[in-house]
């Protein structure tokens, strides 16, 4: 099993609507968590980091649910530009950030 | 631009030969994580460093590759012997222990895309 995963994807969605991503960990030691978004051939970008129960930053929204170790990322109203690989990772609260695979979003007019 | 630098961004090489890559992280940043991004996976982590101390390899990283960060300011990755599995975006991030607090937020280079032939 992998330390991190993610629902494989990838999405597609109109735009305007919700979309969730999912992300699993399995080291119940990992203290926080971020979603990363990375568009083709280029490098991951920190869109969100998560330390307690969640995180809000305009249409994106992500939480964190210890007991059940999985943390999910909320996108609202979504945009054409929105369309990327989103990445979730999580950190034991040393060095090592483990990445998930990632889930592809394509956002169509 | 103050940002992670990588260099070079593309380099194409021949089976056999030593590659060498460059990351230059953002200036107070201590912290520098060297990972390899396959099509389809996240990164990898190969490699980090807290100053100019290399800390932990990755089981990934064989005899073939080693890092270095000689004054604890920018590192090179070396990979000696290239093999066609190799082919990869090695990516550079740095992070830092005072500014990012214990969550380690880290913020990465634009990366080297090698390919072995």
């Known amino acids: 099993r992998k330390e991190v995963e993610q629902d494989p994807g990838p999405f597609n969605v109109p735009e305007g609507a919700t979309v969730a991503f999912n992300c699993t960990y399995s080291?119940?030691?990992?203290?926080?968590f971020f979603w990363y978004r990375q568009d083709c051939r280029k490098e991951p970008k920190l869109l969100m980091s998560?330390?307690?129960s969640g995180n809000e930053d305009g249409r994106f929204t992500a939480q964190l649910n210890r007991a059940s170790q999985y943390i999910s990322l909320l996108i609202r109203d979504s945009k054409l530009s929105d369309s990327a690989t989103y990445l979730c990772?999580?950190?034991?609260?040393?060095?090592?950030?483990?990445f998930g695979a990632g889930t592809r979003l394509f956002v169509k007019a | 631009d103050t940002g992670v630098s990588q260099d070079p961004r593309h380099k194409i090489t021949k089976r056999g030969q030593n590659v060498t890559f460059r990351c230059d992280p953002i200036?107070?940043?201590?912290?520098l994580y060297w990972y390899r991004q396959t099509l389809g996976q996240g990164p990898e982590f190969l490699t980090y460093f807290q100053n100019e101390a290399q800390l932990e390899k990755s089981r990934l990283l064989s005899d073939r590759f080693s890092a270095e960060r000689p004054k604890g300011s920018f590192s090179t990755l070396e990979i000696q012997r290239t093999e066609q599995g190799d082919s990869a975006m090695y990516l550079c991030?740095?992070?830092?222990?005072?500014?990012?607090?214990?969550?380690?937020?880290?913020?990465f280079g634009p990366g080297t895309r090698l390919t072995v032939l």
């Open positions: 990772a999580a950190n034991t609260g040393g060095f090592k950030t483990i």
């Open positions: 998560v330390y307690s």
């Open positions: 991030a740095s992070s830092s222990l005072l500014a990012g607090g214990p969550h380690n937020e880290q913020f």
């Open positions: 200036s107070e940043h201590n912290r």
């Open positions: 080291n119940s030691a990992s203290q926080s």
